[in-house]
């Protein structure tokens, strides 16, 4: 190779890198753009959930998502612990599939809460969303693969008795 050639393609990278960071940064801004109403609806909840003639057990949780709406970490976070999550969810589905999750009761509108923040923050940090759903592509192609469709139902259905029982206890 040629010193004009490796400068040529030493140009070539470095318009690739930056046609790359352009696309990316166009990208964010249309989901913070799309996120948006999301985001004021969100406010609206979690000024509600958060308000003084309301007693919420999770006050902190919630200050905590209002706070960190517009910051990527939070899904970066994620996308890191996200694997051990899903273990212990395989584990517990796994050995002990009738057993509910006891869980200080929610509301709807803290899940509610709960969905924007995770919408949200991925609309912050695509990178980190797709990151999540390859885990969980994972996830279920593994789970699928162990003990087949039995495995993968009894998973669903153990968080169906969890929602249901944070909902309604």
Same mark, same amino acid.
């Given at each position: 190779?040629? &010193? ?9 990278? *470095? =318009?690739?890198? =930056? ?20 985001? *004021? ?5 979690? %000024? ?9 057990? /999770?006050?902190?949780?919630?200050? @905590?998502?209002?706070? +960190?709406?517009?910051? /990527?970490?939070?899904?970066? @976070?994620? %996308? ?6 899903? *273990? +212990? ?14 869980? #200080?009761?929610? &509301? ?5 809460? =709960?969905?924007?923040? @995770? ?9 980190? /969303? ?10 279920? %192609?593994?789970?699928?693969? $162990?003990?087949?469709?039995?495995? *993968? @139902?009894? =998973? $669903?259905?153990?968080? #169906?008795? $969890?929602?249901? &029982?944070?909902?309604?206890?």
């Amino acid at each position: 190779m040629t &010193t004009m050639q490796a400068i040529a393609w030493f140009y070539v990278a *470095l =318009a690739s890198v =930056a046609c790359v960071s352009l696309l990316y940064a166009l990208l964010i801004r249309r989901l913070a753009v799309l996120a948006q109403p999301l985001r *004021l609806r969100m406010a609206e909840i979690g %000024a509600d959930l958060l308000s003084p003639s309301r007693s919420s057990p /999770g006050q902190p949780v919630i200050a @905590f998502m209002l706070r +960190k709406a517009f910051s /990527g970490m939070p899904a970066l @976070f994620m %996308a890191g612990v996200l694997p051990v999550f899903l *273990l +212990k969810f395989a584990l517990r589905a796994v050995l002990s599939p009738g057993r509910a999750e006891k869980d #200080q009761p929610t &509301t709807n509108l803290h899940g509610k809460l =709960a969905v924007m923040f @995770f919408v949200s923050t991925i609309a912050a940090n695509p990178i980190a /969303g797709l990151l999540i759903l390859v885990e969980l592509l994972i996830f279920g %192609a593994v789970a699928f693969l $162990i003990g087949g469709p039995p495995v *993968l @139902f009894r =998973a $669903i259905l153990a968080t #169906q008795q $969890i929602e249901a &029982t944070r909902h309604f206890s």
